[in-house]
């Protein structure tokens, strides 16, 4: 798909995901949803979902796309099916960023359902807004991972 190879990032098994408290997943976009690579993995967690290991569990998405036009809420949509078949709890952001989610003098990704950048070409990175809204995603989701497992 043209993207370099990653060597220096840790890769997961499909089976080592019953491990984690909860997940933020992020992929690229293909036409308005998930890359087939990312769709794969999650194809390949059919005996988790035989047995609900995932169940309970909260899951947050972030995603890019190409343009503007792109898919970022398509894809998000779209990727909350693989979250309802294995019981995890989707946990958007909504609008708690606050104010960075209203910004309209520049470009920026993401939305109501998670943080989001346009790589463009694959030549664009993330703007620091961008990567400000990664990181209250991140948060955020552990804040409230951290909530459900104290209850448990």
């Known amino acids: 798909m043209s993207a370099p190879p990653k060597s220096d990032v840790p890769v997961i098994t499909p089976n ?17 949803m998930m890359s087939a690579q990312f769709k794969a993995f999650l194809d390949a967690t059919g005996g988790l979902w035989r047995t609900q290991q995932l169940a309970g569990k909260p899951a947050g998405i972030f995603y890019s796309t190409g343009s503007q036009g792109g898919g970022q809420e398509t894809t998000a949509l779209t990727a909350i099916t693989q979250l309802v078949h294995h019981g995890m709890i989707f946990v958007p952001i909504g609008y708690t ?54 209850a448990a």
């Open 16 to 32: 080592e995901l019953s491990e984690a408290d909860g997940f933020v997943f992020g992929f690229p976009t293909r036409f308005g």
């Open 97 to 150: 960023f606050g104010a960075g989610m209203f910004e309209m003098e520049q470009v920026k990704g993401g939305s109501p359902y998670g943080a989001g950048t346009y790589a463009g070409d694959g030549s664009r990175q993330p703007t620091e807004l961008e990567l400000q809204q990664a990181f209250h995603q991140g948060k955020y989701i552990a804040t409230i991972t951290k909530k459900l497992k104290e």
